[in-house]
């Protein structure tokens, strides 16, 4: 089992509030994604980092951020939520070279009002 | 691009007998190649991988996929499936041009009937 945490699991708010979402990793791994994901759908790259200061955005156009201050953190910010960021959001972690495995969190499913 | 295919929404197999989930994808160049497993609401668990070397690889769980290259296929097989397989998979794909990062495919459902 991969050592990578997210929280809140489940958070129901209402439009236009302020939410950030919390990922954090024991592992030591210098890569850390965000994917969106609807219900048994597909999942979607919105913002990954190579460390520390480094953040990217993914294939998919999101209108949240992402701050990676420290190795095990990689918290997502939506300042103001509408009803369209109703989704589950999915962090993951690896190390850095390209065929490792990535680890995910449990998910966090966010319902905006 | 990088791309990747799941023909199938749904699978459905009698517990016992083998089962196959189909992926096919697309890369530029050498791929490396994922399986990865998701029950209701929660994370996806990894299953397997290739990266090089023999083109059958041994999972998780009894699962294990071939590597064709000719067909660029990594179907996901299991030669006794069992009630607690169901769930939803994904098939994902990589290569050294697109760097660590994961394109999916959209997901086959698996349902395993007693």
């Known amino acids: 089992e991969a050592d990578i945490y997210q929280t809140p699991r489940y958070l129901v708010i209402g439009t236009g509030k302020k939410i950030t979402l919390e990922c954090s990793q024991t592992?030591?791994?210098?890569?850390m994604y965000w994917y969106q994901q609807d219900p048994g759908m597909e999942l979607h790259l919105i913002h990954y980092?190579?460390?520390?200061?480094?953040?990217e955005k993914g294939d998919l156009s999101s209108e949240s951020t992402v701050s990676r201050i420290r190795t095990e953190h990689f918290p997502l910010t939506l300042e103001s939520a509408r009803p369209s960021h109703t989704s589950q959001y999915l962090c993951a972690s690896s190390v850095a070279a390209a065929g490792n495995t990535i680890y995910f969190g449990e998910g966090s499913w966010l319902t905006v009002v | 691009a990088q791309s990747v295919a799941q023909p199938e929404d749904q699978v459905n197999v009698a517990e016992g007998n083998p089962l196959t989930v189909k992926c096919t994808y697309s890369v530029s160049g050498n791929p490396y190649l994922f399986w990865y497993v998701q029950y209701p609401n929660r994370g996806l668990q990894f299953l397997l991988k290739?990266?090089?070397?023999?083109?059958l690889v041994k999972g998780s769980y009894g699962f294990e996929a071939e590597f064709n290259k000719s067909q660029t296929s990594f179907h996901l097989k299991k030669p006794s499936a069992l009630v607690s397989d169901s769930a939803l998979y994904f098939c994902a794909v990589s290569d050294m041009e697109y760097g660590n990062k994961l394109v999916f495919g959209a997901g086959t459902i698996l349902r395993v009937k007693s």
């Open positions: 592992m030591g791994h210098d890569k």
């Open positions: 980092s190579y460390g520390v200061n480094s953040t």
């Open positions: 290739y990266i090089t070397g023999d083109n």
